[in-house]
């Protein structure tokens, strides 16, 4: 079974600072990766996500993230944070083979500091 | 127009209630899901309606009972809850299932159970 990890549960950054947040998979094969952002009381929303395209994917509000096979990893990055960046980060991972089998890591909680 | 819509967004049950959580997108979406979340925690899946059929149910107390009318509509009927399932109730839809497809979710029922 396919799992995924998340280093840091919580993550504390200044504001202009590079935004860092790790998420590596265990998969024989190379999954579908996801990075979804909830804000404080809200819903998840799509941030971006790999599917076996380019391995640098950009997504919304200045996020990407490079899928390395090699390591495993899917990391996510911003090159200067804002505070309103300011929320929980899950990677998650969905199989190839099977349609229904996504899984979340266990979040990251960002703190940006004035 | 990529929005699922949850009703209601704040619920407060007793013990011995029966209330319902609903759920609406016009995405053409196929796939329907419903998640507990709880505080500090990623979501967990709960059930999958694929094609209005319910094709996984994660062994989800009978005390909540799905319900998905047509291709638009989800409910999740709640009877003789605990205070332990109280929780932020997400529901999200994807084009068929999980796969290359993008989990688009609502902003939740936040239920608390007395």
């Known amino acids: 079974a396919q799992s995924v990890t998340q280093l840091g549960s919580h993550v504390s950054v200044s504001e202009g600072a590079l935004v860092l947040l790790r998420c590596n998979y265990s998969?024989?094969?190379?999954?579908?990766l996801f990075w979804y952002v909830q804000y404080p009381n809200q819903g998840l929303q799509l941030l971006l996500k790999?599917?076996?395209?380019?391995?640098l994917v950009k997504g919304i509000n200045g996020f990407e993230a490079e899928f390395k096979k090699s390591e495993t990893s899917f990391h996510l990055t911003k090159p200067s944070a804002h505070m309103s960046d300011a929320a929980e980060y899950f990677c998650?991972?969905?199989?190839?083979?099977?349609?229904?089998?996504?899984?979340f890591g266990p979040g990251t909680r960002l703190s940006v500091l004035p | 127009d990529t929005e699922v819509t949850q009703t209601p967004k704040h619920l407060v049950m007793g013990m011995t209630n029966k209330k319902s959580l609903k759920c609406e997108q016009h995405?053409?979406?196929?796939?329907m899901y419903w998640y507990k979340q709880k505080a500090k925690k990623p979501p967990e899946l709960m059930f999958v309606?694929?094609?209005?059929?319910?094709?996984i149910n994660e062994s989800v107390p009978s005390r909540f009972s799905p319900e998905c009318p047509n291709s638009s509509l989800l409910n999740l009927h709640l009877h003789a809850l605990q205070p332990e399932d109280s929780a932020l109730y997400l529901c999200?839809?994807?084009?068929?299932?999980?796969?290359?497809?993008?989990?688009?979710f609502g902003e939740g029922s936040w239920l608390t159970v007395v």
């Open positions: 998650a991972v969905s199989d190839r083979n099977y349609g229904q089998n996504f899984v």
């Open positions: 309606y694929s094609y209005e059929k319910l094709s």
């Open positions: 790999y599917t076996s395209a380019a391995t």
């Open positions: 998969s024989s094969v190379p999954p579908y």
């Open positions: 995405m053409g979406h196929r796939a």
């Open positions: 999200a839809s994807s084009q068929h299932g999980t796969g290359e497809n993008t989990i688009y």
